[in-house]
């Protein structure tokens, strides 16, 4: 070893030394692991038997039947486990569930690549330069499906009425059906506590955003213990449907309509020439330090524009009320809550995440993919409250 060594750095001398004897350790560890799996398996089935090995007794109930050869992937790598028989009927061990061939520790591997975002294609390869041995994207599936419980529990969990802000928006998704694509919109809430913390509350895959989908997505927040009483603000786009609904189920609460949705609208009723003009003064509307002056600003603006741009005019004249309930909020709050963009940056990841995929095969594909994402932002957020939300007011 010394030879070997000699005339070589401190730090290239440990790197081979690891590199020596990390494979031997590896090797040690994935044989004492079959061993420590078999001799659980070997106690299970003396309990099954009623007898030792060879021994004589009136309390045996069945025979050995030699054992049979079982590959099971472990974070060790691949183990070959001597797994054994009965002579009579079929054997059910604790230690090795039936026909499971991934160990607990590599599923929960698997959920987490693909929590992570990668693709059920590229999870063999991954799972390959990790473990020693490739998984195949049917397996891979098999395991994410297991997702679907989780998912039901999501969806299906109390909630508290806490929030102090609501935000909706709705994202397109699309889905195979029989012959053709079908493209609906995945309605999402998300909300902001009191203490500042953030929470994708509830998601829902629909047809459209009809005033029918809203309401049964709303009622359901509802029915698990969103009441509202404790909102002070609901932040929507300009969908006539959602309106609608919230009209029906939050009657109490404040509403606010997206500035980012009704400038956009704005700017496709004006000559791009007019962008850095018209559209510039019109967003010191929302900029104004207080509604009373954001008014003020408002009208001169209409004076201004009116002939000239009266398509614009009217898009932003028709909704002003809506626009300006935000500034009833504390000031360190209006940045935020004018608009769906706290929203709109989730659906960025969804959009990533989901993009590669084109077209999911079934809604519960969707369900697994988006509950994913939305499990891993919000366990993210768990100890981030927003500082300016934590504020008394």
Same mark, same amino acid.
């Given at each position: 070893m010394q030879t070997r060594f000699a005339h070589r750095s401190l730090h290239e001398a440990i790197k081979e030394f690891y590199g020596f004897f990390s494979e031997h350790i590896e090797d040690m560890a994935r044989q004492k692991t079959e061993q420590l799996v078999e001799e659980a398996l070997k106690a299970e089935i003396d309990l099954m038997v009623g007898a030792e090995r060879y021994e004589r007794t009136e309390k045996r109930k069945n025979y050995r039947n030699g054992h049979y050869l079982r590959e099971l992937i472990s974070h060790h790598g691949l183990l070959k486990v001597r797994v054994p028989r009965l002579r009579a009927g079929k054997v059910s061990f604790q230690t090795l569930a039936r026909y499971r061939r991934y160990s607990g520790e590599v599923a929960e591997l698997i959920r987490g690549l693909f929590f992570a975002g990668v693709s059920t294609r590229k999870m063999g390869v991954v799972l390959e330069y990790l473990l020693g041995t490739r998984v195949s994207a049917q397996t891979v599936s098999r395991i994410t499906q297991q997702l679907d419980r989780e998912v039901k529990i999501f969806r299906s969990r109390p909630l508290g009425d806490d929030y102090r802000y609501l935000f909706l928006d709705g994202i397109v998704q699309s889905e195979q059906v029989v012959g053709s694509t079908m493209r609906g919109p995945l309605l999402v809430a998300y909300g902001i506590r009191y203490d500042g913390t953030r929470e994708i509350i509830a998601y829902m895959k629909a047809k459209s955003e009809s005033e029918a989908a809203w309401e049964g997505f709303l009622e359901d927040l509802f029915r698990r213990g969103l009441i509202g009483d404790r909102l002070k603000l609901i932040v929507a786009d300009g969908s006539s449907g959602l309106w609608s609904a919230l009209e029906r189920v939050y009657p109490?609460?404040?509403?606010?309509?997206? #500035?980012?949705?009704?400038?956009?609208?704005?700017k496709d009723k004006m000559p791009k020439k007019? #962008?850095?003009?018209?559209?510039?003064?019109?967003k010191q509307i929302y900029l104004a330090p207080?509604?009373?002056?954001? /008014?003020?600003?408002?009208?001169? #603006?209409? @004076?201004?524009y009116r002939r000239k741009y009266s398509r614009a005019v009217r898009c932003l004249e028709k909704d002003i009320d809506r626009?300006?309930?935000?500034?009833?909020?504390?000031?360190?709050?209006?940045?935020?809550?004018?608009? /769906?963009?706290?929203?709109? @940056?989730?659906? @960025?990841?969804? @959009?990533?995440?989901?993009?590669?995929?084109?077209?999911?095969?079934?809604?519960?594909?969707?369900?697994r993919i988006v509950y994913g994402i939305f499990w891993t932002i919000n366990r993210m957020w768990e100890d981030k409250p927003r500082i300016q939300f934590t504020q008394n007011y």
């Amino acid at each position: 070893m010394q030879t070997r060594f000699a005339h070589r750095s401190l730090h290239e001398a440990i790197k081979e030394f690891y590199g020596f004897f990390s494979e031997h350790i590896e090797d040690m560890a994935r044989q004492k692991t079959e061993q420590l799996v078999e001799e659980a398996l070997k106690a299970e089935i003396d309990l099954m038997v009623g007898a030792e090995r060879y021994e004589r007794t009136e309390k045996r109930k069945n025979y050995r039947n030699g054992h049979y050869l079982r590959e099971l992937i472990s974070h060790h790598g691949l183990l070959k486990v001597r797994v054994p028989r009965l002579r009579a009927g079929k054997v059910s061990f604790q230690t090795l569930a039936r026909y499971r061939r991934y160990s607990g520790e590599v599923a929960e591997l698997i959920r987490g690549l693909f929590f992570a975002g990668v693709s059920t294609r590229k999870m063999g390869v991954v799972l390959e330069y990790l473990l020693g041995t490739r998984v195949s994207a049917q397996t891979v599936s098999r395991i994410t499906q297991q997702l679907d419980r989780e998912v039901k529990i999501f969806r299906s969990r109390p909630l508290g009425d806490d929030y102090r802000y609501l935000f909706l928006d709705g994202i397109v998704q699309s889905e195979q059906v029989v012959g053709s694509t079908m493209r609906g919109p995945l309605l999402v809430a998300y909300g902001i506590r009191y203490d500042g913390t953030r929470e994708i509350i509830a998601y829902m895959k629909a047809k459209s955003e009809s005033e029918a989908a809203w309401e049964g997505f709303l009622e359901d927040l509802f029915r698990r213990g969103l009441i509202g009483d404790r909102l002070k603000l609901i932040v929507a786009d300009g969908s006539s449907g959602l309106w609608s609904a919230l009209e029906r189920v939050y009657p109490q609460v404040a509403k606010q309509l997206c #500035w980012a949705h009704k400038m956009r609208n704005v700017k496709d009723k004006m000559p791009k020439k007019a #962008w850095d003009t018209c559209l510039e003064e019109a967003k010191q509307i929302y900029l104004a330090p207080s509604r009373k002056k954001a /008014t003020e600003i408002y009208f001169a #603006w209409t @004076r201004k524009y009116r002939r000239k741009y009266s398509r614009a005019v009217r898009c932003l004249e028709k909704d002003i009320d809506r626009l300006l309930v935000h500034f009833a909020m504390p000031p360190a709050h209006r940045i935020t809550v004018r608009t /769906t963009n706290p929203i709109e @940056r989730l659906f @960025r990841e969804v @959009r990533r995440r989901t993009r590669p995929i084109g077209s999911f095969t079934n809604t519960k594909s969707i369900n697994r993919i988006v509950y994913g994402i939305f499990w891993t932002i919000n366990r993210m957020w768990e100890d981030k409250p927003r500082i300016q939300f934590t504020q008394n007011y």
